[in-house]
């Protein structure tokens, strides 16, 4: 059965950093592309960033570039995702996903329960 | 990076209803599109994928269409576990989702 459970989340003063983990059971990890997508509070879906099988490949959406640094670990079937400088508007519930295709279409098939990250002194 | 727009953002209806939600595309994504459902709580559920190809397990009653920039999912004959907020996502370049459109009873 596939799994993807996140951790890391919790309470940040605006200004900190903090890193957020994803670890994933039940398939080859180190096959897959992942993406981590988050949430604000009562708002809608927002594609944050993925990486490539080996992690020589990461995108971002152009907003969080430079704060946002997606990594892996493959040894450890492990994703991660480390925020710095955070903000108010950083609060959100962050999930991470299998980002799979079938031929040139990739779709978000299995997401992790997703971790809070709120930003507030 | 690309745009999605979905229509409406809120939407009523009755159980038995057809329902249309679509999704623009801000430039030609071919059929790189995916329809996605999301209850409170809840990580998003993939219904559709590459526009109209259906998940595995979802139920018939969904459907998706389209190509290019213009986008539809239909629901035919609404149930009362569809009652969700519903999301168009392209990747066609990079990811992005649509702002999502609420479905509520009426």
């Known amino acids: 059965e596939v799994q993807l459970v996140e951790s890391g989340g919790g309470l940040v003063q605006p200004g900190g950093s903090l890193r957020v983990s994803c670890a994933a059971s039940g398939f080859t990890f180190s096959t897959y592309w992942m993406s981590w997508v988050r949430q604000a509070p009562g708002k809608g879906l927002e594609w944050v960033a993925n990486?490539?099988?080996?992690?020589?490949?990461?995108y971002y959406v152009d907003s969080m570039k430079g704060r946002f640094t997606i990594s892996r670990d493959n040894a450890k079937n492990s994703l991660y995702l480390q925020i710095n400088s955070l903000r108010a508007e950083d609060t959100a519930v962050y999930y991470c996903?299998?980002?799979?295709?079938?031929?040139?279409?990739?779709?978000?098939?299995?997401w992790g329960q997703g971790t809070l990250v709120t930003v507030s002194s | 990076d690309i745009q999605m727009t979905q229509s409406p953002s809120s939407l009523s209806a009755s159980v038995g209803d057809r329902v249309t939600i679509t999704c623009r595309a801000s430039?030609?994504?071919?059929?790189?599109l995916n329809w996605y459902q999301q209850k409170p709580g809840k990580a998003p559920k993939l219904l559709i994928y590459?526009?109209?190809s259906l998940q595995s397990g979802v139920p018939s009653r969904f459907s998706g269409s389209g190509s290019g920039t213009d986008f539809t999912l239909t629901i035919n004959s609404l149930q009362p576990e569809d009652f969700a907020s519903y999301y168009c996502?392209?990747?066609?370049?990079?990811?992005?989702f649509g702002q999502g459109t609420k479905l509520e009873a009426k």
């Open positions: 590459a526009a109209s």
């Open positions: 430039q030609n994504i071919n059929t790189y």
């Open positions: 990486i490539r099988q080996d992690g020589s490949d990461k």
């Open positions: 996903a299998r980002d799979e295709g079938v031929g040139n279409h990739y779709f978000f098939h299995y």
């Open positions: 996502q392209q990747s066609s370049i990079l990811r992005s």
